[in-house]
């Protein structure tokens, strides 16, 4: 019991310091999911009680880019070590936070609360991390752990679950980004070029190299006349 106490505290630790540095990129928003499971479920050994098959359902929804509520349902068939019949029904409430995709594949972590009835209804908090991968925009498979601590009765229970995960509805779409306005050409008012004098010589840049000698004695002529 103090083992698997540890091991949950640890995950907890471990999970808090990794929050800080990650980047969700979940693809799905306001969309619902349902996510059939089988796993193996253990339990407690204060408990009593062998481990065995479970199976289930969640029922999510992706309310943000990468954040999820999900309700879980789980079942599993047992007995207790004196071969009495024990099975054991239990519901949770989960909160997913979604990571950064690594090769096409979705890590996510969670933590919620948990209702358990394998004796008594017993209440507990329970800590995941699994790991989502899409195979088409509506279906995926999908593995996880859950640790789940039990403080009244100190009992840890550890499930292994691997299932599928359907989308439900209208699939999501990234928006396509508006197209950046093209901003208009400047115009370039070109002034007027100064008047030519009778008998320059211009060159091919359009500047006066010279005047011809024969018209600048017409205009002194033109002057002492």
Same mark, same amino acid.
């Given at each position: 019991?103090?083992?698997?106490?540890?091991?949950?505290?640890?995950?907890?630790?471990?999970?808090?310091?990794?929050?800080?540095?990650?980047?969700?990129?979940?693809?799905?928003?306001?969309?619902?999911?349902?996510?059939?499971?089988?796993?193996?479920?253990?339990?407690?050994?204060?408990?009593?009680?062998?481990?065995?098959?479970?199976?289930?359902?969640?029922?999510?929804?992706?309310?943000?880019?990468?954040?999820?509520?999900?309700?879980?349902?789980?079942?599993?068939?047992?007995?207790?070590?004196?071969?009495?019949?024990?099975?054991?029904?239990?519901?949770?409430?989960?909160?997913?936070?979604?990571?950064?995709?690594?090769?096409?594949?979705?890590?996510?972590?969670?933590?919620?609360?948990?209702?358990?009835?394998?004796?008594?209804?017993?209440?507990?908090?329970?800590?995941?991390?699994?790991?989502?991968?899409?195979?088409?925009?509506?279906?995926?498979?999908?593995?996880?752990?859950?640790?789940?601590?039990?403080?009244?009765?100190?009992?840890?229970?550890?499930?292994?679950?691997?299932?599928?995960?359907?989308?439900?509805?209208? !699939?999501? #779409?990234?928006?396509? &980004?508006? =197209? @950046?306005?093209?901003?208009?050409? *400047? +115009?370039? !008012?070109? #002034?007027?070029?100064? &008047?030519? =004098? @009778?008998?320059?010589?211009?060159? *091919? +840049?359009?500047?006066?190299?010279?005047?011809?000698?024969?018209?600048?004695?017409?205009?002194?002529?033109?002057?002492?006349?």
């Amino acid at each position: 019991m103090k083992k698997t106490f540890t091991t949950f505290c640890g995950f907890l630790c471990l999970m808090g310091l990794y929050i800080p540095t990650i980047h969700a990129q979940y693809p799905f928003m306001n969309q619902w999911a349902i996510a059939p499971y089988i796993g193996y479920h253990s339990f407690d050994t204060d408990r009593h009680t062998e481990n065995n098959l479970t199976i289930g359902g969640k029922l999510d929804y992706a309310f943000a880019r990468h954040w999820i509520v999900e309700g879980d349902l789980g079942f599993t068939p047992s007995q207790t070590t004196t071969e009495r019949s024990s099975d054991d029904v239990r519901a949770d409430l989960n909160l997913l936070y979604l990571l950064q995709d690594i090769n096409g594949f979705y890590p996510f972590i969670g933590l919620g609360g948990s209702i358990d009835t394998l004796t008594d209804t017993t209440y507990g908090l329970n800590g995941i991390v699994g790991v989502l991968k899409p195979l088409t925009e509506r279906f995926a498979i999908r593995l996880e752990g859950n640790v789940a601590l039990f403080p009244d009765e100190k009992f840890v229970d550890n499930t292994i679950k691997f299932g599928v995960h359907f989308m439900l509805g209208e !699939i999501y #779409k990234e928006p396509e &980004p508006e =197209p @950046k306005p093209v901003p208009k050409p *400047k +115009k370039v !008012i070109k #002034k007027p070029a100064p &008047p030519k =004098p @009778k008998g320059a010589i211009v060159n *091919k +840049k359009g500047v006066i190299e010279a005047v011809k000698i024969d018209v600048l004695f017409r205009k002194i002529g033109r002057a002492h006349v």
